[in-house]
């Protein structure tokens, strides 16, 4: 199988930027077998960002920590991880973090509160 990787257009954090395999990742929803059915049921805000996606492609990486030698997102990912599996891609752009720190020095400078 060929790898097909969703990259992030802008990585302001290039010292905990990798690429990581989709199914290596565990995220809140990662067990919903229907997805859009779910979100549209429970009124999760997930269209203006997925038509982003597909328009303009991944702007940021996810955000992931390593717990138990699996990768976690961490506060900020799922809806992005979830359009990548939906749309065939096998790899996504994430920055690997393990402080609050981290999170917070990347929100600083790359957070969007209109996908919320």
């Known amino acids: 199988m060929s790898k097909k990787i969703l990259k992030a257009k802008e ?3 290039p010292q ?3 690429i990581l395999p989709i199914d290596e990742l565990t995220y809140k929803w990662d067990r919903v077998d229907n997805w859009i059915v779910y979100a549209d049921s429970q009124g999760i805000n997930y269209k203006k960002l997925f038509d982003s996606l597909k328009e303009n492609g991944l702007q940021h990486p996810v955000m992931v ?3 138990n ?3 976690r997102k961490w506060q900020a ?3 992005r991880i979830i359009w990548a599996k939906l749309n065939g891609y096998t790899h996504i752009s994430a920055y690997v973090l393990s402080e609050q ?3 917070d020095d990347i929100y600083s400078v790359q957070y969007d509160e ?3």
């Open 65 to 67: 920590r390593k717990l």
């Open 101 to 103: 720190s981290q999170v």
């Open 16 to 18: 905990y930027h990798t």
């Open 114 to 116: 209109s996908y919320k």
């Open 77 to 79: 990912g799922s809806r």
């Open 11 to 13: 990585i302001t954090h």
């Open 69 to 71: 030698d699996k990768y």
